[in-house]
Protein backbone atom coordinates (compact mmCIF):
# COMPACT_ATOMS: atom_id res chain seq x y z
CA UNK A 1 0.00 0.00 0.00
CA UNK A 2 1.33 3.21 -0.60
CA UNK A 3 1.85 6.66 1.19
CA UNK A 4 -0.41 8.68 -0.91
CA UNK A 5 -3.11 6.35 -0.70
CA UNK A 6 -2.87 5.90 3.36
CA UNK A 7 -2.53 9.70 3.52
CA UNK A 8 -6.08 9.71 1.24
CA UNK A 9 -7.51 7.69 3.91
CA UNK A 10 -7.08 10.30 6.09
CA UNK A 11 -9.87 12.95 4.06
CA UNK A 12 -12.37 10.19 4.33
CA UNK A 13 -12.16 8.68 7.42
CA UNK A 14 -12.23 12.04 8.95
CA UNK A 15 -15.83 12.81 8.04
CA UNK A 16 -16.92 10.12 10.04
CA UNK A 17 -14.97 10.45 12.72
CA UNK A 18 -16.49 14.17 12.66
CA UNK A 19 -19.56 11.73 13.03
CA UNK A 20 -18.67 9.95 15.36
CA UNK A 21 -18.17 12.11 18.03
CA UNK A 22 -21.60 13.96 17.09
CA UNK A 23 -23.82 10.64 17.42
CA UNK A 24 -25.88 9.24 14.25
CA UNK A 25 -25.66 10.80 10.76
CA UNK A 26 -28.16 12.36 9.24
CA UNK A 27 -26.20 13.69 5.87
CA UNK A 28 -22.60 14.32 4.62
CA UNK A 29 -21.26 15.65 1.68
CA UNK A 30 -18.21 17.09 0.57
CA UNK A 31 -16.93 20.51 -0.68
CA UNK A 32 -14.48 22.14 -2.73
CA UNK A 33 -11.19 23.11 -1.20
CA UNK A 34 -11.22 25.92 0.97
CA UNK A 35 -9.05 28.87 0.13
CA UNK A 36 -6.63 30.69 2.29
CA UNK A 37 -3.51 32.11 2.25
CA UNK A 38 0.12 31.62 2.81
CA UNK A 39 1.15 33.03 6.94
CA UNK A 40 4.44 34.69 7.17
CA UNK A 41 4.14 35.15 11.25
CA UNK A 42 4.98 31.33 12.03
CA UNK A 43 8.27 29.88 12.97
CA UNK A 44 9.75 28.10 10.27
CA UNK A 45 10.29 24.10 12.02
CA UNK A 46 11.62 21.22 10.48
CA UNK A 47 8.89 20.17 7.57
CA UNK A 48 9.49 20.38 3.63
CA UNK A 49 8.96 23.66 2.05
CA UNK A 50 5.33 23.32 1.82
CA UNK A 51 2.69 26.19 1.17
CA UNK A 52 1.15 26.32 4.13
CA UNK A 53 -2.15 27.64 4.35
CA UNK A 54 -4.35 29.48 6.83
CA UNK A 55 -7.93 27.56 6.85
CA UNK A 56 -10.56 28.83 8.41
CA UNK A 57 -14.05 27.19 10.00
CA UNK A 58 -16.72 30.17 9.09
CA UNK A 59 -19.40 29.40 11.32
CA UNK A 60 -17.00 29.59 13.89
CA UNK A 61 -14.33 31.33 13.56
CA UNK A 62 -11.99 28.85 14.36
CA UNK A 63 -8.78 29.14 12.27
CA UNK A 64 -5.83 26.76 11.50
CA UNK A 65 -2.47 26.49 9.03
CA UNK A 66 -2.86 23.61 6.91
CA UNK A 67 0.38 22.43 4.54
CA UNK A 68 -1.43 23.08 1.89
CA UNK A 69 -5.49 23.49 0.31
CA UNK A 70 -7.98 22.27 2.55
CA UNK A 71 -10.52 19.92 1.32
CA UNK A 72 -13.06 20.23 3.49
CA UNK A 73 -16.15 17.57 4.40
CA UNK A 74 -19.25 18.91 5.61
CA UNK A 75 -22.09 16.43 7.77
CA UNK A 76 -25.26 16.85 10.04
CA UNK A 77 -25.97 14.31 12.87
CA UNK A 78 -28.24 13.64 15.55
CA UNK A 79 -27.54 14.41 18.94
CA UNK A 80 -30.13 13.73 21.46
CA UNK A 81 -32.76 14.54 18.67
CA UNK A 82 -31.35 17.81 17.86
CA UNK A 83 -29.22 18.62 14.73
CA UNK A 84 -25.24 19.00 14.88
CA UNK A 85 -23.41 20.55 12.16
CA UNK A 86 -19.48 19.10 12.05
CA UNK A 87 -17.14 20.22 9.40
CA UNK A 88 -13.44 18.42 8.53
CA UNK A 89 -10.67 20.49 6.62
CA UNK A 90 -7.92 17.63 5.70
CA UNK A 91 -4.05 18.46 3.38
CA UNK A 92 -1.97 16.24 2.52
CA UNK A 93 1.59 17.18 2.26
CA UNK A 94 5.02 15.05 1.10
CA UNK A 95 4.89 13.58 4.95
CA UNK A 96 1.24 12.97 5.52
CA UNK A 97 -1.70 14.04 5.96
CA UNK A 98 -2.89 16.45 8.61
CA UNK A 99 -6.93 17.60 9.22
CA UNK A 100 -8.84 19.35 11.66
CA UNK A 101 -12.54 19.04 12.89
CA UNK A 102 -15.04 21.41 14.03
CA UNK A 103 -18.28 20.28 15.63
CA UNK A 104 -20.90 22.65 16.71
CA UNK A 105 -21.79 21.05 20.09
CA UNK A 106 -20.31 21.93 23.98
CA UNK A 107 -17.08 20.48 23.89
CA UNK A 108 -17.66 19.13 27.37
CA UNK A 109 -20.65 16.69 25.78
CA UNK A 110 -18.71 14.17 25.67
CA UNK A 111 -15.60 13.13 27.75
CA UNK A 112 -12.22 13.76 25.78
CA UNK A 113 -11.37 10.36 26.70
CA UNK A 114 -14.27 8.52 24.91
CA UNK A 115 -14.21 11.14 21.77
CA UNK A 116 -11.01 9.45 21.57
CA UNK A 117 -12.16 5.99 21.23
CA UNK A 118 -14.40 6.71 18.61
CA UNK A 119 -11.91 8.10 16.92
CA UNK A 120 -10.07 4.93 16.79
CA UNK A 121 -13.32 2.89 16.32
CA UNK A 122 -13.78 5.24 13.36
CA UNK A 123 -10.69 4.38 11.75
CA UNK A 124 -10.99 0.72 11.71
CA UNK A 125 -14.05 0.99 10.25
CA UNK A 126 -13.24 3.01 7.51
CA UNK A 127 -9.78 1.62 6.93
CA UNK A 128 -10.33 -2.17 8.37
CA UNK A 129 -7.36 -1.36 9.78
CA UNK A 130 -6.18 -1.30 13.91
CA UNK A 131 -5.39 1.95 15.13
CA UNK A 132 -3.72 2.26 18.70
CA UNK A 133 -3.01 5.32 20.63
CA UNK A 134 -0.38 5.75 23.59
CA UNK A 135 1.30 8.16 25.25
CA UNK A 136 -2.08 9.44 26.34
CA UNK A 137 -1.98 12.99 28.62
CA UNK A 138 -5.18 15.18 29.36
CA UNK A 139 -4.01 18.72 30.29
CA UNK A 140 -5.14 22.57 30.03
CA UNK A 141 -4.33 24.37 26.94
CA UNK A 142 -5.36 28.52 27.17
CA UNK A 143 -7.97 27.37 30.15
CA UNK A 144 -9.46 25.02 27.76
CA UNK A 145 -9.08 20.69 28.45
CA UNK A 146 -7.26 18.96 25.99
CA UNK A 147 -6.37 15.19 25.10
CA UNK A 148 -3.19 14.34 23.35
CA UNK A 149 -2.43 11.35 21.81
CA UNK A 150 0.33 9.50 19.37
CA UNK A 151 -1.43 7.47 16.93
CA UNK A 152 0.03 3.94 15.41
CA UNK A 153 -1.22 1.21 12.91
CA UNK A 154 0.80 -2.09 12.75
CA UNK A 155 -1.34 -3.77 10.06
CA UNK A 156 -1.01 -4.40 6.52
CA UNK A 157 1.73 -2.95 4.11
CA UNK A 158 3.98 0.12 5.77
CA UNK A 159 3.27 1.04 9.48
CA UNK A 160 1.54 4.05 9.93
CA UNK A 161 2.26 6.56 12.61
CA UNK A 162 0.27 10.09 14.09
CA UNK A 163 -0.53 12.27 16.86
CA UNK A 164 -4.22 13.87 17.52
CA UNK A 165 -5.46 16.44 20.13
CA UNK A 166 -8.71 16.38 21.20
CA UNK A 167 -9.70 20.32 22.27
CA UNK A 168 -12.78 20.72 24.70
CA UNK A 169 -13.97 24.24 23.76
CA UNK A 170 -16.94 26.62 24.96
CA UNK A 171 -19.30 26.02 22.10
CA UNK A 172 -17.66 23.51 20.04
CA UNK A 173 -15.36 19.95 20.04
CA UNK A 174 -12.27 20.43 17.78
CA UNK A 175 -9.48 17.53 17.12
CA UNK A 176 -6.60 17.99 15.11
CA UNK A 177 -4.38 15.34 13.78
CA UNK A 178 -1.35 14.19 11.37
CA UNK A 179 -1.08 10.98 10.33
CA UNK A 180 1.53 9.22 7.71
CA UNK A 181 4.21 6.55 7.52
CA UNK A 182 6.43 5.75 10.91
CA UNK A 183 9.26 6.64 8.89
CA UNK A 184 8.25 9.96 8.68
CA UNK A 185 7.01 10.07 12.54
CA UNK A 186 9.77 13.52 13.17
CA UNK A 187 8.75 15.26 10.52
CA UNK A 188 5.19 14.45 11.05
CA UNK A 189 5.73 15.54 15.26
CA UNK A 190 7.00 19.15 14.19
CA UNK A 191 3.80 19.29 11.59
CA UNK A 192 1.67 18.38 14.45
CA UNK A 193 3.15 21.11 16.62
CA UNK A 194 2.87 23.48 13.68
CA UNK A 195 -0.80 22.97 13.12
CA UNK A 196 -1.51 23.12 17.09
CA UNK A 197 0.82 26.71 17.45
CA UNK A 198 -1.33 28.05 14.55
CA UNK A 199 -4.75 27.31 16.22
CA UNK A 200 -6.54 30.14 17.07
CA UNK A 201 -9.81 29.48 18.96
CA UNK A 202 -12.25 32.65 19.41
Not at 52 to 60: E, F, H, I, L, Y
Not at 84 to 102: C, H, L, T
Not at 126 to 135: F, H, I, K, R, V
Request: net charge neutral; charged share 25%.
Amino acid sequence: MTHRSRTQRLVLFSASVALAACGVPTSAGAAAAVPGHRSTSMAVLAVPAVKWVKTTDAPSGITIELPGKATIRKATASLDGKPVEARVYAADSPDGGAAFSVHDMPGDRYPLEDNLQRFLESYMVNTAEPLDSSDVRKHTVDGRSVLDARLTSETGGEPVVGFTRLISADDHFVQVMVLGPEGKEEALQAMHERLLKSLRIP
